[in-house]
Nanobody, 123 residues
Framework: VQLQASGGGLVQIGGSLRLSCTAS????????MDWYRQAPGKQRELVAH???????DYADSVKGRFTISGDNAKNTVSLQMNSLKPEDTAVYYC??????????????????WGKGTQVTVSS
């Protein structure tokens, strides 16, 4: 299973960006997807989480500004980021907690990471 992220870029303070991430592969089921970010010199941090049932959770630093949403049919998760601040500048990574079925038709739990996408907020 692979994750493909898109939507990063350069935006001014107060602007908006929308990130998307799509999972692809054979025979898998996703039970949760996340967005993480990592700023230079800092540890990777969880930004937002969504379960397959639609429950969401956010880091305190982005509550009220970011919205995570998912489309189970398309295996896609999006992150709408509004009122962006310089401290939101980071590489953003999507992550999926899923189960896939191996060649023996056995379920295997896996945590899959997408390649990061750069978000830069400038004045």
């Amino acid at each position: 299973v692979q994750l493909q992220a898109s939507g990063g870029g350069l935006v001014q303070i107060g602007g908006s960006l929308r990130l998307s991430c799509t999972a692809s592969g054979r025979r898998f089921s996703i039970y949760g997807m996340d967005w993480y970010r990592q700023a230079p010199g800092k540890q990777r941090e969880l930004v937002a989480h969504i379960t397959s049932g639609g429950s969401t959770d956010y880091a305190d630093s982005v509550k009220g500004r970011f919205t995570i949403s998912g489309d189970n049919a398309k295996n896609t998760v999006s992150l709408q980021m509004n009122s962006l601040k310089p401290e939101d500048t980071a590489v953003y990574y999507c992550n999926a907690d899923l189960v896939y079925y191996n060649n023996h038709d056995e379920p295997v739990a896996q945590k899959v990471w997408g390649k990061g996408t750069q978000v830069t907020v400038s004045s």
